[in-house]
């Protein structure tokens, strides 16, 4: 049933994407300007692309999972709510839907809901049954089966890591965030040693070796327990690929078994103040006195700047240049600072960004004046590369980020079902009415989908072809799917929600940045609508 549904699902996205092809695509090329235009109706493509792909990948797992009761329940959760989406409108934020009607599918939807293998998944009237069964399916730790885990090493690493955050992690994440402490240098250095920092480094460098997949399950696990210690990786990840692709082979004899042994702490500074999004636009200048590089300019969201021994940093090369080419990518070393000093270094300024959430790294504005770079510290062996290296980087990025919004949404997932067991009201535990176990399968299901878009997303990047597309997916969904479980988990929680001593407030806080950064969510849904349009034409 799942099959016919599928090729019914399928039907309505190439409708979806003629319809605004026709309004977008121009002698064969997407028109940027059309695009902007009609900018709903390509985020809605974009949306419906991304469920679509989480139905594909979600039937492609229960038949790696049959015989697995909850996988075989989540399945069919997941495609009733996922065949009414498409069907009805797709909600791409809490206050924007988008409609058949508005992508010019009306007629096409009309069809998709009468589809008899639609029809019947969508209009299950066991539905509420299956949602009590979930539930108690996660409450009585029946899990649904992860075949990524059936990996010896996998499986392994995740056993370790969950420990590590059952001990280390989670029993200090909410006093880290409601006194905005920096995660410790010794949890850190514990890591290190456990190899998080270097689990894609080549062996030959100090790392692990391993691929992508390994990279979710380890951010995916540390997230859960707290978002930024999660995130710790992410900057070793992005210098240590920009190292090892653009890099000449001294910087990768340099930098990345100090990268990989979490010895060196390294932070991105790319943002700036006035571009955002739009790195093309960055003022900051790169220029050679004949003995070293200077870097001047500003940058903000520099995550872990302070305590980095390694600043990132995309400067501009080409004076005359006004757009992406004439930027360079440098690696800046600096001494590791602290809170009485958290800059120790001439040329060099910053200030904390205080922010909702997402806390234990610090976030800053910097504000370089002349900074020294050393003369070996340009990127690979040529200027105006920065862009084109730093693109190459995203989908690894955006991953990432899909993985630690996975663990966000398990950790709100297993929190709330957690209190609804405990907390009793009418003389039962909440658990029992139907619409408090309902958001907690939803809950699942979403985390769920969300895992297997980032899974997907990692083996295609594996596989050493390009994912633009399927990155952009994972991010974009799982993005969603954790901020949703996030506010659900508060509402499970009532009022304690609210409170400062519950995981859930922290959890709802650190889950409303993962929309934004790495690629805002709009950002995403523009990425993905054009690159399937280019993927046809």
Request: proline share 3%; net charge negative.
């Amino acid at each position: 049933m799942f099959s016919s549904a599928l090729v019914a699902c399928r039907n309505l996205e190439e409708a979806a994407r003629a319809a605004l092809a026709a309004r977008v695509v121009r002698d064969g090329r997407v028109d940027a300007d059309a695009l902007a235009q009609h900018q709903m109706a390509a985020h809605g493509y974009a949306w419906l692309a991304a469920n679509v792909a989480g139905l594909d990948a979600l039937a492609e797992w229960a038949v790696r999972a049959a015989g697995d009761p909850a996988a075989a329940i989540l399945a069919r959760l997941g495609f009733a709510e996922g065949l009414a989406r498409l069907a009805f409108g797709i909600a791409i934020s809490q206050s924007e839907s988008v409609r058949p009607a508005e992508m010019r599918i009306a007629a096409e939807a009309a069809d998709f809901a009468a589809d008899p293998a639609v029809a019947s998944l969508m209009h299950d009237t066991t539905l509420p049954e299956l949602r009590r069964r979930l539930v108690e399916s996660i409450a009585a730790e029946r899990l649904a089966s992860d075949p990524d885990l059936e990996d010896e090493s996998l499986a392994q690493m995740h056993a370790t890591l969950r420990r590590f955050a059952k001990a280390e992690i989670a029993p200090h994440a909410n006093d880290w965030h409601r006194h905005n402490r920096e995660i410790p240098l010794d949890v850190i250095e514990k890591l290190g040693k456990l190899g998080v920092f270097g689990l894609c480094v080549p062996e030959e460098y100090g790392g692990l070796g391993l691929g992508k997949i390994a990279m979710c399950v380890a951010s995916e696990e540390l997230s859960a327990a707290h978002l930024a210690t999660g995130s710790l990786a992410t900057r070793a990840e992005i210098a240590a690929e920009l190292v090892r692709s653009g890099g000449t082979e001294a910087q990768r004899a340099r930098w990345l078994p100090a990268l990989a042994s979490g010895q060196c702490l390294a932070a991105a500074c790319f943002t700036e103040p006035d571009t955002g999004s739009d790195l093309g636009a960055i003022t900051t200048r790169a220029s050679f006195d004949g003995r070293v590089w200077r870097l001047t300019g500003a940058k903000s969201w520099a995550t872990h700047a302070a305590r980095a021994d390694l600043l990132v940093v995309l400067a501009r090369t080409d004076p005359a240049s006004r757009d992406h080419r004439g930027l360079s990518i440098f690696l800046a070393p600096k001494p590791r600072g602290h809170a009485e000093n958290p800059f120790p270094v001439a040329g060099l300024e910053g200030s904390e960004i205080a922010t909702l959430g997402y806390r234990g790294m610090g976030e800053y504005e910097l504000a370089f004046d002349g900074f020294e770079v050393p003369a070996d510290g340009l990127l690979g062996d040529a200027t105006g590369e920065g862009f084109r290296q730093l693109m190459a980087t995203f989908e690894t990025a955006r991953i990432q980020t899909a993985a630690r919004a996975v663990g966000v949404a398990q950790a709100a997932t297993l929190s709330a079902l957690a209190y609804a067991r405990a907390r009793r009201q009418f003389g039962k535990a909440i658990v029992e009415f139907p619409r408090v176990h309902g958001k907690i399968a939803a809950m699942a299901v979403e985390t769920t989908v969300a895992r297997l878009l980032t899974r997907r997303a990692a083996r295609a990047k594996d596989s050493g072809r390009r994912c633009d597309i399927e990155a952009g997916m994972a991010k974009l969904y799982a993005a969603r799917a954790a901020w949703a479980a996030a506010d659900d988990g508060v509402q499970v929680h009532g009022g304690n929600g609210y409170a400062l001593e519950y995981d859930a407030a922290r959890l709802l806080a650190d889950a409303r940045i993962l929309n934004i950064f790495e690629g805002a969510a709009e950002i995403q849904a523009n990425i993905v609508a054009r690159g399937l349009l280019e993927r046809r034409n």
